[in-house]
């Protein structure tokens, strides 16, 4: 009798592929070396790895998630990477690069699933700013709803964390 459960390894018997597939190794080439150019240009400090990049950001966004617990201040410092990420998805000069299609897919799980938190209208006063900073969470922690309320007359839900 033939054994019809699914199979459990990839055909070539290496596991089935996870949700957040590792980062490809990247030696110090030319990918590497530009990428690390545009992250220093667009945040005056020094560059950073895709990886290391793509891992901060996933991170994040599980703060988030979780009911991101600190200050406005500190909520806007940290999305400051969101602003380095669309530098490096929209310099040109990377996009000739095939290691940007692994960068640019797993921006896009982050971004998905923190879109997803995010309240569908934009704050007023920040209306034309990029999504990732114009649009309040429908939760945080106590410190980040207040500091919305207190700042832009926005109500946030408090999610303990």
Do not use: K
Not at 72 to 88: I, K, M, N, P
Not at 144 to 149: E, G, K, M, P, T
């Amino acid at each position: 009798m033939d054994d019809e459960r699914p199979h459990v390894l990839e055909p070539d018997g290496t596991p089935p592929a996870t949700h957040n597939p590792p980062p490809p190794v990247l030696s110090e080439g030319a990918f590497v070396s530009r990428f690390r150019a545009v992250t220093a240009a667009s945040n005056g400090h020094s560059g950073h790895l895709p990886g290391g990049m793509v891992d901060c950001w996933r991170a994040w966004v599980d703060a988030c998630l979780a009911g991101y617990d600190d200050s406005l201040e500190e909520y806007t410092a940290d999305l400051g990477l969101r602003a380095v990420l669309e530098a490096v998805l929209n310099h040109p000069e990377l996009q000739e690069y095939p290691e940007m299609g692994w960068v640019r897919e797993q921006v896009a799980e982050s971004d998905r699933r923190f879109r997803a938190m995010l309240r569908d209208d934009p704050i007023p006063q920040l209306a034309g700013w990029p999504w990732w900073e114009s649009h309040p969470p429908r939760y945080a922690g106590p410190e980040l709803a207040a500091d919305f309320q207190a700042s832009y007359g926005v109500h946030v839900d408090v999610r303990e964390t």
